[in-house]
Every structure is written in structure tokens, then in C-alpha cells.
């Protein structure tokens, strides 16, 4: 299982996470964006926000 991140949680990068939620080789594990609101939306996925 390879750990991953994504940057950016708008439209696009919201739709990377619910497409690899089921992944059996990659993990979303963190996420970065500069909107701070994208914070709760990332924990409630499981992983963690950096801003």
C-alpha cells in the first residue's frame, strides 16, 4: 500500500479522494490546501489537512 496526498481538496481534488477511498494500493493519508474550512472535510475522509 503506497501512502499519498493530495493538494487541492476543491471539486477535483474531493473526487481524487472518493475514487481512491476503495483503493487497495494507494492511501490518501494527508491533503493540503489553503482554504482552511477544507480542514473538516479532509478529518471526516480520515486524513489530515495542511494549510
Known amino acids: 500500500m ?8 476543491g471539486w ?11 483503493s487497495a494500493k494507494l492511501r490518501i493519508v494527508h491533503a493540503a ?3 482552511a474550512r477544507a ?5 471526516e475522509q480520515g486524513g489530515r489537512l495542511f494549510g
Open 33 to 35: 490546501d489553503i482554504d
Open 12 to 22: 477535483w481534488g474531493k473526487t481524487i479522494v472518493a475514487t481512491l477511498r476503495g
Open 39 to 43: 480542514g473538516n472535510w479532509a478529518r
Open 2 to 9: 503506497l501512502n499519498a496526498a493530495v493538494i487541492g481538496l
